[in-house]
């Protein structure tokens, strides 16, 4: 069966931009969770959605948003970036949250410029 | 908040030989849990090891539970070029919480 896709791969934007990334679950898969990972920091968490509702949010400040839709696909987006952003995101399915093992997608590397 | 923190931070070692790595966490835990990364990808499952488990193998992987002293580690017997990657704990507290990971650099 086909694994978590994330797209784009890599995306290159500007300090005050808005970018928004996109997470496909394996199919079945109800619940998706973001995670930032940067040098310094390691994978910090960001926000879990189930079923089409945020179960959890991490410790980040209200630029970064995200939702899932019916299909269980789920986007993040963040606004007005900063330097300080420039991640690579990385997004994980599982059947349920927390519980179970998650499979996570190649993640999206972003560059703020 | 980070719940499980890795140690040491980075590891080199010959192939063939083994290379432990650990995780301290600070909670009490349903399961913990390894994954791997290679270099810029994503996180590949491992192995889970529940609260109620001492441990736990897989192959070349073994991994140990303490949860008296909130500690785990994982052991990778026989090393290999391609167990190069780096190595996190993940502990569940209503949410999969990793550490910063171990760096493993298998030298030919």
């Known amino acids: 069966k086909a694994g978590v896709t994330q797209t784009p791969r890599y995306l290159i934007k500007t300090r005050g931009q808005q970018v928004t990334l996109s997470c496909s679950p394996i199919s079945g898969h109800r619940s998706v969770s973001w995670y930032q990972q940067t040098p310094g920091q390691g994978l910090q968490f960001l926000f879990e959605?189930?079923?089409?509702?945020?179960?959890n949010k991490g410790n980040f400040p209200g630029r970064f948003s995200g939702r899932q839709f019916s299909n269980s696909r789920s986007e993040m987006n963040v606004s007005t970036l900063e330097l300080g952003d420039s991640a690579l995101y990385l997004c994980a399915s599982s059947l349920v949250p927390a519980t179970e093992i998650y499979t996570f997608g190649s993640g999206t590397r972003l560059t703020v410029v | 908040s980070q719940q499980g923190e890795e140690d040491p931070q980075a590891l080199s070692i010959q192939e063939g030989e083994n290379a432990t790595m650990n995780c301290s966490y600070k909670?009490?835990?349903?399961?913990l849990q390894w994954y791997r990364q290679n270099s810029g990808r994503g996180l590949v499952h491992l192995i889970l090891?529940?609260?109620?488990?001492r441990e736990k193998h897989s192959g070349r992987l073994r991994v140990t539970l303490d949860t008296s002293k909130k500690s785990s580690s994982l052991l990778i017997t026989a090393s290999r070029a391609a167990d190069t990657a780096s190595y996190f704990c993940?502990?569940?507290?209503?949410?999969?919480?990793f550490g910063k990971g171990t760096r493993l650099h298998i030298l030919p």
């Open positions: 909670t009490s835990i349903n399961n």
């Open positions: 090891i529940r609260s109620n488990e």
């Open positions: 993940a502990t569940e507290d209503d949410k999969i919480i």
């Open positions: 959605y189930f079923s089409e509702t945020q179960r």
